[in-house]
Every structure is written in structure tokens, then in C-alpha cells.
């Protein structure tokens, strides 16, 4: 016991460093972005491992928490990079996106009238409250299950933003897109978060 | 007055950047007649609320190991 505790003392002294709290959340979130990105749970956990360590290492550099996950998360970017091209996916991603746009259209068909209200089925319904019902292994496999199914650069931005809860402007400057660009994108990508835990979900859960 | 797909729009906008004033005045006139996508703006909130949870709770259950 005592031992573990003055191992503890002797690690860099950055305040970041010993906030243990913010680490482990920081470790969370990109682990949870680094899976949904290669879809390995290995490649993920070894990709944040690296970038956190080196974090550590550097800890000292850093006397804001958006500064080190800014930088935490750009080692990692890199390195989920490498994953994807050493397994040739990253060249095919852009291929895929292509499609996303036409399905976007035809979701906004299926969604709204020609004159832009609400289909009548479509029509959002309330949702229960997220407390006793959201917390279950089925919920949040649905919810994996949703944000798999979003186009790659639907799911990338959308994480950025609430996963990693990244600024506009630092998701513009990591993807190279504009700031219009990010807002309608996320837009779409809720959109269609919103209909697949509708539609798996909360409607399931109304009608049985 | 605004339609369901630019309000719906502007309800997710409404979590990424701050509206103008114009268009929190015709987004509010919209809402307060259109109980849809009132529901809408609150699952958009429920969906950034669900997503925090996720991040935070899939781990704790998963990898416990130095507890």
C-alpha cells in the first residue's frame, strides 16, 4: 500500500498529471473514438496507449487540460492513420463518403413533406427520460450499432465534437473543413442518430 | 414562416455555435407552434447528453481492473 503510494510521488509533477480524474476521462474518450475509427478493439487500445504515454512523457509542456488533449489527440489521429492505411480502409473511405450524401437526400425525403413539415409518422416522439432506461449493455449496444452505421466522416466529426469535445475551429483546422461545412454535417449526423435509436430504441420500447 | 427541416437545422446548429438573433426569434416562433420539432430540440440535447454518458460509463463497466 504505502509502496504503491510513494510510486505515485515519484511521477512527473505536472498538476495535469496527477489529476487523475481528467486522464482517465481523457483515456476514455479516445478509446472510445479510437475503436469506433478501426473497429478494433486491440489497434485502438495500443494506439491510445502510445498517444497517452507520450502525454506523459510530456506532461510538463502543459499547463491547460484543451492544450494537452488537443495534442494527445493529434498523436492519436496520426497513429489511427497508420492503422487504416497499413489496412488499406483510409483510401476507401472517401469512396464510401461519396454515398452519403445521396442517402442524406433520401432520408430527408423519407423525414419531411415536400413542403418541409414533418411526415405525420415521422413526427419525433418524446423520448423517456435517459436516467433508467439508457443505462443498460442493450441500450448502448444500439447506440454502437448507430454509430457504426453513420458514414465514416459523419461519425469522425460527430465524436470529435461530443465525444472529445473538441471546438469548431479545431475540427475545422484537423479535417480541413469549413465551418458551414462541420455544422451540416453534424446536423445530418444527428439526424440520423436521432432516427436510428428512434427507430431501435425508443419506439420499440413505446410499441411493446 | 420557417419550415420543420430549417428548424430542425438550426436546433442542431444551436449545439455548436451560438444563433443570431434573427434566428432565435424565428426558430422560437416556429417551436412554439410546432410540438414536433419541439421534441426534436429536446432529443437533440438527449443525444449529447446519452453521448457523454457513453464515453464515460462503456469503460467503467468494461476495465474496472485497478479497483
Redesign the interface.
Known amino acids: 500500500m504505502t509502496q504503491a503510494l510513494s510510486r505515485s510521488d515519484k511521477q512527473p509533477s505536472g498538476q495535469l498529471f496527477h489529476n487523475n480524474e481528467f486522464m482517465n476521462?481523457l483515456r476514455?474518450?479516445m478509446?472510445?473514438f479510437a475503436i469506433l475509427q478501426v473497429r478494433n478493439e486491440a489497434l485502438a487500445e495500443d494506439a491510445v496507449q502510445d498517444a497517452m504515454l507520450s502525454a506523459y512523457q510530456n506532461i510538463d509542456r502543459f499547463n491547460r487540460q484543451a492544450a494537452l488533449k488537443t495534442w494527445v489527440f493529434a498523436i492519436l489521429k496520426n497513429k489511427l492513420i497508420d492503422i487504416l492505411r497499413k489496412e488499406k480502409r483510409y483510401t476507401n473511405a472517401s469512396i464510401l463518403e461519396e454515398g452519403a450524401s445521396l442517402n442524406d437526400e433520401a432520408l430527408?425525403d423519407h423525414l419531411?413533406t415536400e413542403?418541409?413539415?414533418?411526415q405525420k409518422d415521422e413526427?419525433?416522439?418524446?423520448?423517456d427520460e435517459?436516467v433508467h432506461s439508457?443505462?443498460s449493455?442493450h441500450f448502448?449496444r444500439i447506440?454502437d450499432t448507430c454509430l457504426e452505421a453513420l458514414p465514416a466522416k459523419y461519425s469522425r466529426l460527430?465524436m470529435m465534437?461530443?465525444?472529445l469535445e473538441l471546438d469548431?475551429n479545431e475540427i475545422c483546422d484537423n479535417e480541413e473543413v469549413t465551418?458551414s461545412n462541420?455544422?451540416?454535417t453534424?446536423?445530418r449526423a444527428?439526424?440520423r442518430?436521432?432516427e436510428c435509436?428512434?427507430d431501435n430504441w425508443f419506439q420499440g420500447e413505446n410499441n411493446t | 414562416m420557417m419550415k420543420c427541416t430549417q428548424a430542425t437545422q438550426l436546433l442542431s446548429e444551436k449545439l455548436d455555435r451560438p444563433l443570431s438573433n434573427k434566428e432565435k426569434m424565428n426558430l422560437g416562433i416556429h417551436t412554439a407552434m410546432c410540438p414536433a420539432c419541439r421534441q426534436f430540440g429536446k432529443q437533440m440535447l438527449s443525444l449529447r447528453d446519452i453521448s457523454q454518458r457513453y464515453v464515460k460509463q462503456s469503460d467503467r463497466e468494461e476495465k474496472d481492473g485497478n479497483a
Open positions: 476521462d476514455l474518450q478509446l472510445k430527408i419531411f413542403n418541409g413539415h414533418w413526427r419525433p416522439q418524446k423520448w435517459p439508457v443505462e449493455k448502448w447506440f460527430f465534437r461530443e465525444f469548431t465551418v462541420l455544422n451540416t453534424l446536423f444527428r439526424l442518430l436521432r435509436l428512434e
